[in-house]
C-alpha cells in the first residue's frame, strides 16, 4: 500500500528556513518521480518540485534559488527545504508521486493520477 506521510510544517518568519519531510512506505523513491505541490488560501494548487531518476524539475520561478528537493534512499523520505521564506509561501504543501512514471515529465500535467499525502501546512508570517 502506498503511503506518503509529509511532517515538518509549522509557523515560520520571513526569511526562515524550514525542511519539509515526506515519508514514503510501500514503495520505493528511488522508482518512481515524486515532489512537492502547494494550495495556497483561495488558489489553485501548483507545483513545485519534482525529483525523478536523479533529475530536479523546478515549476515556480518564485521558489528558484530558495526551496530544493532531495531524496533520502536510506529512509525512503524526501525532502523539501525551504530557504529565506516569503509571505506568499503560505500554504498546504503536498507530497506527491506518480502513479508509473520514473520521470518528472508530465508531473504536473499528470497529478490527477498521482498518489497523495495529506498535506503539511506552512504558515509564514511575523
Known amino acids: 500500500q502506498v503511503q506518503l506521510v509529509e511532517s515538518g510544517g509549522g509557523l515560520v518568519q520571513p526569511g526562515q528556513s524550514l525542511t519539509l519531510s515526506c515519508a514514503a512506505s510501500?514503495?520505493?523513491?528511488?522508482?518512481?518521480?515524486i515532489g512537492w505541490f502547494r494550495q495556497a488560501p483561495g488558489k489553485e494548487r501548483e507545483g513545485v518540485l519534482c525529483?525523478?531518476?536523479?533529475?530536479?524539475?523546478n515549476y515556480l520561478d518564485s521558489v528558484k534559488g530558495r526551496f530544493t528537493i532531495s531524496s533520502e534512499n536510506a529512509k525512503n523520505t524526501v525532502y523539501l527545504r525551504m530557504n529565506n521564506v516569503h509571505p506568499e509561501d503560505t500554504g498546504t504543501y503536498y507530497c506527491?508521486?506518480?502513479?508509473?512514471?520514473?520521470?518528472?515529465?508530465?508531473?504536473?500535467?499528470?497529478?490527477?493520477?498521482?498518489?497523495w499525502g495529506q498535506g503539511a501546512e506552512v504558515t509564514v508570517a511575523s
Open positions: 525529483i525523478g531518476d536523479g533529475l530536479v524539475r
Open positions: 506527491a508521486r506518480a502513479r508509473t512514471s520514473p520521470l518528472c515529465s508530465g508531473y504536473v500535467s499528470n497529478s490527477g493520477s498521482h498518489y
Open positions: 510501500g514503495f520505493s523513491v528511488r522508482s518512481y518521480a
